[in-house]
């Protein structure tokens, strides 16, 4: 089987596993770790997709959620003021037609903001989508249609288990899919010499521009799964701290590493909950349970700098264990 | 060195996961009542999510020391929400799954009581906000009464016109300047009623700026109100910006008292060189710490013996929460959260530190509202406002 197809396979093998898993969650676990499980796996498609553009293109943006709160207003105002709640089959559909409508004005923001600001680079890029995730923020707080400042109230709950796990699924695959064409390439040329790469012929700025495009994506289809499991979302939440929590994650799980980011959003966004009930000689973590969780990112950054699976490949760990001989890297297509 | 370092963190690491996991399976201890309360414990609108819990945590103790309610023990489950609404929903959730509390006390900020809203809702937990101002938290937006959620505060449109009404009749302005702060969902409502209350009555509002919580420096706006000339400004927003805004506007020249409302509550309000820019400025509030009544009194100097300070409005507020829940409690006789609903939706006259509660169709509190001048930096009982 040739390697495309291989990749067609793990993402049927993706959800059918997503779907068997789906009944002895929702069976099993209360409503709060069940809140919890959702919260992580929107997360993860926040980070993978911050991945995207921090971690594989090498451009240092601090405006994803921006995108996320772009998203999460596209599909919450369509669900409240065009569509209204509805049930079983046109629930779904409708479901998936707003997020993707979210995503796709995420994309389109990501592609306005791109393509004047992706001439700059380093820190000028980061406040360049700084800014632009505040400029979005504010602009959203100033619009009373979309509830002004306390936001959008009372949305439906449509966010479900196999929603949000079977568009991370769709997530990986992407990115798994893009890194080995030529389009992966093109990111991983622009992140380890911009310079090297235009002298031979790489438009750097189109790779940049479509890695911004595709993250903007898939933040936005998260800021619409969020925005249909909290049913409120307000500008507040999507301020320059959410922002840097995702930073965070794509930072701690690795650069680059996808399964290292999706392994930092799960820990990050579980760990403050997890704090909550643990008790250490006698001392209640509740009370400075951030502390805890800021003191965690200092150790690790200190002792694994590159990251939590920076340096971690899956397919040579493999190979390693099953004691073949490592291939040369350049055969890989 | 670093190996084994790293691997004692990956330890502790699992060993927090693993001794997390084994919670949750005791519902059944029927010798306590359990109430929890999710707040800001951290986060931009911590002092009041911290005030609340202080009052509240005070009437549990006075509560438990009489006996309890029903015979049992009342135990407060307190969890912390960041000022998030991510924070809300799995704050609220834990306590309503994890720790199977019979009533879900909190928020201070309408958002987030929002959040929780449709949990107590959709797990049938009565949910008792102490607090949260804005209309929609017990009414949804189709209109439709929120059947588990009640409040023990008065609304953002009440509060709104009471200021209105008290600047038209008992200061006699006639030309007042608005400044909202338009991060602030609570800032914009106030205004907003404050407005159509006031051009009602046939006085006029000259503008209506906005300014952005965190800002510090006002003056802009500031100087475009001085030039209108205004017999007084209106500014809803909450004690942070407000002590800066009266500094400056004093700067300026600008003589014509500030008001305000529940949000200026905090003694930070009139501290150190703020004391003087806040003399003869008014707002409208839940209760006054002045107020000689036994009961007050009784409820101030037991604050101040517990923590150290005078409780503000957020305290009373959580303390009064705390005893309506157990009034409704004794009334229904048990914990089962239908029961419970009902007497709370059945509260009427319910002598509190906040005035009296009567719960109305609507799940609102019924009461009046208070008028505080500053004067000397104390905040001094001026008038009440029925509504």
């Known amino acids: 089987m040739s390697r495309k197809h291989r990749s067609y396979l793990y993402l049927l093998i993706g959800f059918a596993a997503i779907i068997g898993l789906s009944f002895p969650f929702e069976a099993g676990l209360n409503s709060y770790d069940m809140r919890i499980v959702i919260n992580v796996g929107i997360s993860m498609i926040l980070a993978a997709s911050l991945n995207l553009i921090n971690g594989f293109t090498g451009q240092f943006s601090l405006g994803h959620a921006g995108f996320m709160a772009i998203g999460a207003y596209t599909a919450s105002a369509l669900t409240t003021m065009v569509f209204g709640t509805t049930e079983g089959t046109t629930q779904e559909l409708l479901f998936l037609v707003v997020l993707i409508a979210g995503g796709v004005s995420a994309a389109i923001a990501g592609l306005l903001i791109g393509i004047p600001s992706l001439r700059l680079k380093g820190d000028y890029l980061a406040i360049v989508t700084l800014g632009f995730g505040e400029i979005i923020r504010v602009v959203l707080q100033n619009i009373e249609p979309l509830g002004g400042s306390l936001g959008i109230s009372g949305i439906p709950r449509y966010t479900t288990f196999i929603w949000t796990f079977g568009i991370l699924a769709v997530l990986i695959f992407v990115t798994e899919n893009l890194m080995r064409s030529t389009y992966g390439r093109g990111f991983l040329a622009t992140r380890d010499d911009e310079i090297a790469a235009e002298s031979v012929g790489v438009n750097t700025t189109k790779y940049k521009v479509t890695a911004f495009v595709v993250g903007a994506f898939f933040a936005g289809i998260a800021g619409g799964l969020y925005g249909h499991y909290n049913s409120l979302i307000r500008p507040l939440d999507f301020g320059f701290l959410k922002s840097v929590e995702i930073v965070v994650m794509v930072i701690l799980g690795g650069m680059g590493s996808t399964w290292g980011v999706l392994l930092a959003a799960a820990l990050l966004t579980y760990l403050p909950e997890a704090l909550r009930e643990v008790e250490l000689f006698g001392i209640k973590f509740r009370d400075f349970r951030m502390t805890i969780y800021a003191l965690s990112l200092i150790l690790l950054m200190i002792f694994r700098p590159q990251g939590l699976l920076g340096d971690f490949n899956a397919e040579e760990f493999i190979r390693k264990i099953r004691g073949k001989p490592k291939k040369p890297a350049t055969t890989e297509t | ?387």
């Open chain 2, 1 to 387: 060195m670093y190996r084994l370092i790293t691997l004692l963190f990956a330890g502790l690491l699992a060993g927090i996961m693993i001794s997390c996991g084994g919670n949750g399976g005791n519902e059944e201890e029927s010798d306590v009542i359990k109430i929890g309360h999710f707040a800001s414990l951290q986060g931009d609108i911590a002092t009041f999510g911290q005030q609340t819990d202080k009052g509240i945590k005070l009437a549990v103790e006075e509560i438990n020391a009489n006996g309890g309610v029903l015979g049992k023990q009342i135990q407060l489950i307190t969890e912390d929400t960041r000022s998030t609404t991510q924070d809300a929903g799995l704050a609220a959730e834990k306590l309503i799954s994890n720790d199977g509390v019979t009533v879900l006390l909190g928020e201070v900020a309408s958002s987030l009581s929002l959040v929780a809203a449709p949990i107590a809702e959709r797990e049938q937990v009565p949910m008792l906000t102490p607090s949260s101002t804005n209309p929609e938290v017990t009414v949804d937006k189709n209109g439709n009464v929120r059947k588990y959620v009640f409040r023990v505060c008065f609304i953002d449109p009440f509060q709104g016109k009471v200021m209105a009404k008290f600047a038209k009749e008992n200061l006699s302005t006639q030309r007042i300047a608005i400044l909202k702060d338009n991060a602030n969902d609570y800032s914009v409502g106030l205004a907003k009623n404050f407005r159509e209350t006031f051009e009602a009555m046939g006085g006029e509002i000259l503008a209506e700026q906005a300014f952005e919580a965190k800002q510090v420096d006002f003056k802009s706006q500031l100087t475009d109100i001085r030039d209108m000339n205004p017999d007084a400004i209106y500014v809803p927003g909450y004690y942070t910006e407000v002590s800066l805004i009266a500094e400056q506007a004093r700067d300026l020249g600008i003589t014509v008292p500030l008001l305000g409302g529940d949000g200026w509550d905090s003694p930070e309000l009139t501290k150190g060189k703020f004391k003087e820019a806040l003399e003869g400025c008014y707002f409208s509030n839940h209760y006054s710490v002045e107020d000689t009544t036994a009961k007050v009194k009784a409820f101030t100097e037991k604050y101040d013996q517990s923590y150290g300070e005078l409780p503000g409005a957020m305290s009373a507020l959580g303390y009064d929460a705390m005893y309506i829940v157990a009034d409704a409690i004794t009334r229904a006789g048990s914990t089962d959260s239908e029961a419970v609903t009902k007497a709370l939706s059945e509260t009427k006259d319910f002598p509190g530190i906040t005035g009296n509660i009567t719960i109305d169709e609507q799940h609102n509190a019924e009461k009046s509202a208070v008028v505080l001048m500053i004067k000397e930096g104390k905040f001094t009982y001026f008038a009440t406002m029925e509504p």
